[in-house]
């Protein structure tokens, strides 16, 4: 019986680790604490490295072998998750993921923005959604097919360059 619940939790633990929601990944929620979020994913790390509150601005990463999203901290703050693998299977909560494509972006919210990709031109855009908590997702496309995907809190969902 141990070992069935056992079984059952790590699996729900696996789901729920690739699923974006309106304002959490993974038992984080954007808005907690750095350390909050290394205590629950206990497999990341900081990108620097040592940890400390000088940094004003750094990711935690995932494992190499694990499908996770990367986590900005901004001024020890979870400003937002992003999926930029190609191979990732994280969605948000409506299903959109990598490879999804304009179309079903489009159809899955309501009020997206579109606009020119910054560094792709023609080939790609940003598809901008605001949601109803105030937070913001944006879809890079290549060729009309998500190539990547963040949630954030406004203003850091925007930064282009991440932390740079």
Request: glycine share 10%; hydrophobic share 40%; charged share 25%.
């Amino acid at each position: 019986m141990r070992i069935t619940l056992l079984i059952c939790l790590l699996m729900s633990q696996v789901a729920f680790a690739n699923h974006f929601t309106l304002d959490e990944y993974a038992g984080v929620k954007l808005g907690s604490h750095g350390d909050k979020a290394l205590e629950l994913l206990k497999n990341y790390y900081p990108e620097k490295s040592s940890y400390d509150e000088a940094q004003s601005c750094f990711y935690l990463i995932p494992p190499a072998d694990f499908d996770g999203a990367y986590i900005m901290v901004l001024d020890g703050t979870v400003e937002r998750f992003e999926v930029d693998e190609q191979s990732s299977k994280i969605t948000t909560q409506e299903g959109i993921g990598i490879g999804s494509s304009k179309a079903d972006v489009v159809g899955a919210y309501k009020d997206v923005k579109v606009s020119v990709h910054p560094y792709l031109g023609e080939a790609g855009e940003y598809l901008e959604v605001t949601l109803d908590n105030g937070n913001g997702l944006i879809f890079e496309t290549y060729q009309d097919k998500v190539s990547s995907f963040r949630l954030g809190r406004y203003p850091a969902v925007l930064f282009i360059e991440g932390c740079a």
